[in-house]
């Protein structure tokens, strides 16, 4: 259903380096850097993009978060792990929600500028 999403970030390079480290255990790379963009994905899809916004700008918003699909459990731990390494708060180590789905298996961190994102697994076997 989105094609894209984009997150406006005050450290520009910091979010290229964390997110550069934090995607990496999720198939994902940057694909194209120039100074007012950042792009996210596979050679063929690209689907995750920064933009650097102002320092008095709002770039947060809340309730917002961004949901990466990841394509086992270990990779939603080695995401979960790398993004901590690179500045992260975690909100939900990993692990199954049967609240949510048996199918689910998830992490939940807030990244270096406040964004929160989640990164999943839905599968059988994650409960």
Same mark, same amino acid.
């Given at each position: 259903?989105?094609?894209?999403? #984009? ?11 964390? &997110? ?6 999720? $198939? &994902? ?12 994905? *596979? ?7 920064? &933009? ?5 700008? #709002? ?12 394509? #086992? ?21 990993? $692990? $199954?929600?049967?609240?949510? #789905?048996?199918? &689910? ?8 500028? $406040? ?5 999943? *697994? ?6």
């Amino acid at each position: 259903m989105i094609d894209h999403t #984009s997150l406006g970030v005050k450290d520009f390079e910091r979010a290229v380096a964390f &997110y550069s480290a934090c995607l990496g255990p999720l $198939g &994902y790379s940057l694909q194209r850097m120039t100074a007012s963009e950042a792009a996210f994905g *596979v050679e063929a899809d690209w689907g995750f993009f920064l &933009y650097p916004v102002t320092e008095t700008a #709002s770039s947060v918003g809340e309730r917002t978060h961004v949901a990466f699909r990841a394509r #086992s459990r270990d990779a939603v731990v080695a995401f979960h792990r790398t993004a901590i390494a690179n500045g992260a708060t975690s909100i939900r180590p990993p $692990g $199954g929600r049967p609240d949510i #789905s048996p199918d &689910y298996f998830g992490a939940v961190l807030v990244d270096p500028e $406040g964004h929160t994102l989640e990164t999943v *697994v839905w599968s059988k076997a994650a409960s």
